[in-house]
């Protein structure tokens, strides 16, 4: 998949947004109804003084869903984000667990 979003700067701090990924279904024979995904984010941060952003921002997703039962799934998440909120200095990673839940 690819998503590219677009905001006049002179109302939005995030003039761009592009991103790209990938989702893999079954990636596994034995897990048929797991996923696989990963993505690249780019964010365009305004260039105006006084915005407050150094740089760009990038950030890049991994995620595995385990599918548990027909409705209930555990997805892992990993996100490292390189310049978070445009600002210049050590990236960050982040990890989550999300119970995901269809009724």
């Known amino acids: 998949f690819a998503q590219y979003g ?3 700067a002179d109302v939005s701090a995030a003039a761009q947004h592009a991103s790209l990924g990938v989702v893999a ?3 596994f024979d034995a897990r048929s109804d797991d996923a696989l995904g990963a993505m690249v984010s780019w964010v365009d941060l305004s260039d105006r003084t006084g915005a407050g952003f150094d740089s760009d921002e990038t950030a890049f997703e991994l995620f595995y869903r385990f599918a548990l039962t027909g409705a209930v799934q555990l997805k892992p998440d990993l996100h490292v984000i390189h310049r978070p909120g445009g600002v210049s200095g050590k990236g960050v990673v982040v990890g989550t667990l999300r119970i995901e839940v269809t009724l």
Do not use: S
Request: aromatic share 16%; hydrophobic share 50%; charged share 15%.
């Open 6 to 8: 677009w905001a006049d």
């Open 25 to 27: 279904v079954g990636p």
